[in-house]
């Protein structure tokens, strides 16, 4: 954790900086390590987050090689980020893949150990005390609307697999990607020029994928579906434009 957190850069004054805490909760299945695998590169590659990242995993492929995903060291990771970020400028993209509970607990746990989950009461106050002002906070779990209200705020846009009564689908141990993870990160964003689009075309392909499954189990039922949901607002989302727009003309030069 210590050389994780120590190989952080500090950001450009001269820039709105993207920083990324991704997170692999559940290590009993490696979709999950898979999936913030494939969002940490992605993001390096296309976003210039390499310097800027912090991966949580818990998988028992990484013990020797990444930090394991604790409720304290996903609160170290967001006080190191804040630290090394201009608050009141720079960009937080939270990432949070794993399973959730109907009281609204993100789960953690590695292999034999039994570790505490993150409710999502707890990553809002997290959040507040870190400080940083600018943030997007995705949660892929079921039942991950119920992280909306207790993070939610004008400077933050907020997407989760699953309305808050409801499951979502994909969390295999042999899946590269759980049915959101794919839809949002590998389908949606290479193609999109905000991640609000992204999640517009990722909700669709969510719905088209579990209607698929309903119809060749033989039965249809609307209450099954996942409902991914976004909260979004105009100052959020006017910064959000500012910054990638700025990616854009960068990119180009």
């Not at 390590?33 to 028992?60: A, D, H, I, K, P």
Request: glycine share 6%.
């Amino acid at each position: 954790m210590d050389e994780a957190i120590g190989s952080l850069k500090a950001g450009d004054p001269e820039t709105i900086d993207l920083y990324m805490l991704a997170v692999g909760g559940d290590g009993s299945q490696e979709v999950f390590r898979r999936e913030v695998e494939f969002v940490s590169n992605q993001f390096s590659q296309r976003f210039g987050t390499e310097g800027c990242t912090l991966t949580l995993v818990n998988s028992r492929t990484t013990v020797d090689s990444l930090p394991m995903a604790t409720l304290t060291s996903i609160d170290e990771s967001l006080q190191a980020i804040s630290q090394k970020m201009n608050r009141d400028q720079d960009i937080l993209f939270l990432y949070l893949t794993s399973h959730g509970s109907q009281d609204h607990e993100f789960a953690l746990g590695q292999q034999s150990m039994s570790l505490p989950g993150l409710q999502a009461s707890r990553l809002g106050e997290m959040l507040r005390d870190s400080k940083i002002r600018w943030k997007v906070v995705v949660v892929s779990a079921c039942y991950a609307g119920g992280f909306i209200d207790p993070v939610k705020d004008s400077r933050t846009l907020v997407i989760t697999a699953a309305r808050h009564d409801r499951r979502s689908f994909g969390c295999a141990d042999e899946n590269d990607f759980t049915y959101f993870g794919r839809a949002f990160f590998k389908d949606a964003l290479p193609g999109s020029s905000s991640f609000q689009e992204a999640f517009a075309k990722a909700e669709k392909l969510v719905r088209e994928r579990e209607l698929a499954d309903q119809q060749s189990a033989g039965e249809v039922d609307t209450e099954e579906f996942s409902l991914p949901q976004m909260v979004n607002s105009d100052s959020i989302a006017k910064y959000l434009d500012n910054w990638w727009t700025k990616q854009i003309t960068q990119s180009a030069n």
